[in-house]
């Protein structure tokens, strides 16, 4: 991955980290499914009226917002709402990479290399070692935000096979998509919301909307239009770093130096999944023979230059 790309990736990790801190604010002035419904329509309008078409098949629109926007959000924030608590729903929902890596290799037919396997498990081995600094939720809970990462691996699957020209308007489109069934699902689960205006609410829903979903999908499609699933899903796991960090900033969850310890492991895996090793320049010493009988063969050039 070029160095640029790699850095945006990581910035992409930051926002998503910090999203659920936003999210766990948000569901305090709304239901979740509800919320889900109010961030893919402010993602979606009125931006689709100027973005023009998605530029791709509508049945890869359809997929994609049933499993990176019905399935994903609404699992996730049922989830949180069920008692996980941000910072570890951060963490728990990064399995997403693993349903990624083994969707690529049965559906895309990708190859994985021994070095994106050896940096995701020294990854994952972060992941463990925060886990088991975590007290684990209710058993409920922890299922939904499972089932939430493998709706997010099987939507990077999607975006991939869609390969849309244009990731800001296909994550338009795919907003609209999901918004009107999450609309309609809320109601008919929570019922008619009770509205009431709060500035810590509406600044949740832009930030999830906007920023989040527009602005993250967008850089999430435009590094999966480049890079194979199994490169790009990895930095996924930066996000419970600055998940729980910002948990613990914001929400006053501690981090242990276990948990520090295991972020290393984790930064450490994901970059050494997700670069390719540099070729070593080999240099061959010439012997003093090999030496003067290329000064010759100079010499000889210039000769018949002159």
Not at 252 to 257: H, R, V
Not at 266 to 278: D, H, K, N, Q
Request: include cysteine.
């Amino acid at each position: 991955m070029r160095t640029r790309h790699l850095f945006l990736a990581i910035g992409l990790a930051a926002i998503w980290g910090f999203n659920f801190v936003v999210m766990e604010v948000g569901l305090r002035h709304f239901p979740p499914l509800f919320y889900v419904a109010l961030r893919f329509a402010l993602a979606a309008f009125p931006a689709l009226l100027f973005v023009g078409g998605p530029g791709v098949p509508w049945k890869r629109v359809f997929v994609a917002g049933a499993t990176l926007g019905v399935g994903q959000y609404s699992l996730l924030l049922l989830g949180m709402r069920a008692g996980m608590p941000a910072g570890l729903s951060s963490l728990v929902v990064q399995v997403q990479a693993v349903f990624t890596v083994i969707l690529a290799v049965v559906l895309l037919k990708e190859r994985i290399t021994v070095r994106r396997i050896t940096g995701m498990g020294v990854a994952f081995a972060g992941l463990a070692l925060i886990a088991a600094e975590l007290s684990g939720g209710p058993i409920g809970a922890f299922l939904l935000v499972v089932g939430s990462a493998l709706c997010w691996g099987a939507g990077n699957i999607a975006i991939r096979k869609a390969a849309p020209p244009s990731s800001l308007r296909f994550m338009v489109w795919m907003s609209a998509v999901a918004a009107v069934p999450m609309m309609g699902l809320s109601l008919l689960v929570e019922g008619v919301p009770r509205l009431e205006f709060s500035v810590e609410g509406t600044l949740s829903v832009l930030y999830v909307a906007l920023i989040s979903t527009l602005g993250g999908f967008g850089i999430w499609g435009f590094l999966l239009q480049r890079y194979d699933a199994s490169i790009v899903a990895p930095y996924a796991l930066l996000v419970p770093i600055f998940g729980m960090s910002s948990a613990a900033l914001v929400l006053g969850e501690p981090i242990s130096p276990a948990q520090l310890a295991a972020g290393a492991l984790i930064l450490s895996g994901v970059l050494y999944a997700g670069t390719r090793p540099r070729r070593a320049i080999r240099t061959i010493q010439a012997s003093p023979l090999h030496a003067n009988d290329e000064a010759r063969k100079n010499e000889s050039r210039a000769t018949e230059m002159i």
